[in-house]
């Protein structure tokens, strides 16, 4: 980010990246809708493995296209509830029995309110929701339409709090066909190697690098970037 410093495009979504001689052609549109190509001396390819599959085939290795591919991933939705008032005062996060539509939810604007004392009074609220599959296999859950999710969360928030349908005033949902990497037999022996093969121009980073979290994700990122900044020395 000190580098880039204000070259970088926020929510840019990336089509492709291909290999012009020492260059990299990375094709994008920008939050307007506008297609852009640019060179690159260097590409980070920081998405989920399935992802860089589809958008970087021809600049990946086979032997780092075999090992992304066997690289299963789970599926998961978020919704996000809007209320005129707290629905849920109890404690931040809240996690209920197996068997329940949703696994946990949680005040989206506790911190907000517990850090800043302008908005300690604050009425209006957002209820997290998270939403998991059965196994990391089943992916049914990107089947479903927006009105059979929100039903079904309904369904169960009603066991908690009754009439609560009647305080939503909106929601927005959003589904992660690629939200968890899933360490099944032999991924770290696939991992190490995929780690030792990647270098050069072309870099991986992601949480299916290291390990399946958060933490690992940001320290994969700062590994490719440091080997970024290295070369381009």
Do not use: C
Not at 25 to 43: E, N, Q, R
Not at 136 to 151: G, N
């Amino acid at each position: 980010a000190k580098v880039l410093d204000n070259k970088v495009s926020l929510g840019a979504d990336v089509t492709s990246v291909l290999r012009r001689g020492s260059y990299y052609l990375v094709s994008f549109t920008d939050l307007s809708g506008i297609k852009y190509t640019l060179g690159a001396k260097m590409v980070i390819l920081a998405v989920p493995a399935l992802v860089a599959l589809q958008i970087a085939p021809l600049v990946l290795e086979d032997e780092q296209k075999r090992i992304m591919e066997q690289i299963p991933y789970a599926a998961s939705l978020t919704a996000a509830l809007f209320s005129d008032r707290p629905i849920h005062v109890d404690a931040f996060d809240l996690a209920v029995p197996n068997g329940w539509f949703f696994t946990n939810i949680y005040d989206s604007t506790w911190v907000q309110r517990f850090y800043d004392e302008s908005t300690q009074d604050q009425k209006t609220s957002i209820l997290g929701v998270y939403i998991a599959p059965e196994s990391f296999t089943d992916r049914s859950l990107l089947a479903l339409s927006d009105y059979q999710v929100i039903e079904n969360i309904y369904t169960d928030l009603e066991k908690l709090f009754p009439g609560v349908r009647q305080n939503i005033t909106g929601y927005d949902l959003h589904r992660f066909p690629y939200a968890y990497p899933v360490m099944t037999v032999g991924a770290y022996r696939r991992l190490t190697r995929l780690h030792r093969i990647t270098k050069g121009t072309l870099l991986l980073a992601g949480d299916y690098m290291i390990y399946p979290s958060f933490e690992a994700a940001a320290e994969s990122g700062f590994q490719a970037a440091e080997k970024a900044l290295a070369r381009l020395k």
